[in-house]
């Protein structure tokens, strides 16, 4: 196998430099090695699928083949219509580059779709036409099919007369795999992007497959929504070939966005034996392909860190939200279910590849099994998100209140091409033995590479692989040591939830009528300065329009590296907007005239008397334009009255809706904002959001309980905003495993300075004496 795989790796050398960039060689060396491998296996039947073929075309048949009689007859899931073989291209050959590039073709577009599909993938029609073009393409021909190289599936004997072993389907995977692995290694940074190590995907195949091994299905399906270049799907067919599964009885199923890569896992399939058709080319978040499939088991390393603005406009319609998959059915906090949007952040989809496996999963009416499921992701997924965000929603709902999490493995750093960065495999089933989760931490299990490849300098060794997998099986919690490098705790699935509770404190305002202030209001506030500029620019003629305007206002944007949006500039330059400004200042000056200009420190009373002088002076002003104008015309104080939001009378029916709906006790209501008054009737008051807390509390915790002692006692005049309160979710590995290093004590700080003077020969002792 060395051998052949060197006679492969020694043609990309010889025949395409300086053709072809050394990142490239892949593209072109992988597609041949696979029409080497289709074209000697079709090479018995080439007579047989030549007469079928003209068969069906007497037959009137041309433009409706029956695809498959003719792999009836090639004995293969792939045929080639054309005349041609390698070997015939070769001993055929011409002088005349174009002559053959025409014929190697017509050769390519013999063959069955699903073998031009990985062709065109590979995007080879035009590497085949640099080749011929650098009088390369026959060069190529003849070194892959050379007599030393043998990729048949029968004995030879090279030109000196030794024996070369046949290859079978399995071996040709193997050197297949051989080949990808080094070309990826020789680029790191493509291969962290499609190519997972095979230590971890061995590792994720065991801990999916070994739990479960004396009960698996008559039929395993295996799915990967971000396959790549089906190293994980293979990877697993292997591990289950290995414990004695039937090659019949497994079923493969990928998405892949990238041609390349999806060519090279088709290829993969094909060299193998393997029916390719449950790969699909596509995009897993904008394409729900397989809506109408489920799988028993998963394996993944989607992408992590990308954004998925560009596909989220796929999936909505202003927006809604359009693919099920991303719509959660959530309970909120005082117990009602609701349908909530639960996308994440477009700058990193990898939760939504989770959300996709999770929609993929058997039920256990189809699999009593159940479906398992490991889903490689950074340290984002456990953590990134605050309550009520599409993360934290999915953490919270798919994955713990419906008992999905089994296990999460913090894998070592640097394990990966081109990323140093913590990773972690999700362990998901909807078949578990209890309602636990399982944080394992694994990250120091590994052993050092001899030679650096990319970011990746460890490995995974197959005894640290075992350990993981044996106290995963075993619900084991441990402590690392010298032998076993993993750490192990168990934990509810409330340890990772919490209330995001917002604590109030009241806005307290300080009121004083200024012609200054006042004339603050002919002004954009969102765009103040600018306001300012374009009226001291431009004077009366903004109340006008500005239409003329235009150009010199965008120049001087320009100029000043202002940027503005569309709607933001219409409203700068807005005669209408500019005239609602200025009724508001000549609204504002005459109440300053009526009320006068002493200060107030209840800005209660303030408004009050604004009120009557609206009645006086008849204007008419909105709630929301008097208010502008007041706190235009008001600044924080803390030593100022609360502002008063409403003033409730004791038979308001919201004060009985909110004990009953929050289960609390009437005595209590002061603590949730509500303070009673000795007529009877009840005060809120405006909160201030300068000095509102967002406390995280554990959903094991009483919240009334936890602000009492966590709260109250430092900031006084608190209360509890309970009915905008969420539920989060996050997981922190640091938060359970990690370990400060221990400070070294003053004894022995001191012990070493001493030694130092020591050694020093009272150096220290006597510079200290003269400071």
Known sequence: MEQLIALIWNIADDVLRDVFLRGQYRDVILPMVVLRRLDALLEPTKVAVEQEYKSQIEAGLADNLDEEALKDESGQTYYNLSKWTLNRLKNQSSDNNDINYTNFIEYLNGYSENVKDVLKNFEFYAKVKKLADNDRLISIIERITDPRLNLTDRPATDPDGLPLPAVSNLQMGTLFEELLRRFNEENNEEAGEHFTPRDVIELLAKMVFEPVKDNLPKIISLYDPACGSGGMLTEGRDYLLNMGVTPNAIQMYGTEVNPETYAICKSDFIIKGVDPEGMHRGNTITENHFHNKQFGYMLTNPPYGKSWKEDKKKIYHDKDLLDARFNLKLTNFIGEEEIVDSTPRTSDGQLLFILEEVDKMKSLEAQPQGSRV??????????????????????????????????????????????????????????????????????????????????????????????????YMNRTECEANDDVRISSKIFDGDDFRYYSVQIERPLRLRCRFSAVKCDELLFDSSMMELSKWLYQTYGDKVYSGLEAEVTDIKEYLNENELKLTDKKFTTLVSAKKWQERRALQQAAMKLMHKVGTAEYDDYNLFLALNQKAIKELGLKLTAAQLKTILRTNAVQDPTAKPVIAKVLKAKNKDIPAFLATYGIDESLLPDYGYYPQTDGTYVTYEADSDLRDIEKIPVKEDIWEYVQREVNPYVSEAWINLPVTKIGCEISFNKYFYKPAQLRSLEENEHDILELDRQSQGFIEALLKLM
């Open 374 to 471: 490991a889903s490689i992701h950074n340290g984002s997924s456990l953590f990134t998100g605050d309550a009520g965000s599409g993360e934290s929603n999915i953490r919270r709902y798919y994955l713990i209140e419906n008992n999905l999490v089994d296990a999460i493995v913090q894998l070592p750093n640097n394990i990966f091409y081109n990323t140093g960065i913590s990773t972690y495999v999700w362990l998901l089933s909807n078949h578990k033995q209890d309602h636990k989760v399982q944080l394992i931490d694994a990250s120091k299990a590994f052993d050092k590479l001899r030679k650096n490849l990319g970011s990746r300098n460890c490995e995974v060794t197959p005894k640290d692989a075992d350990d993981i997998v044996r106290i």
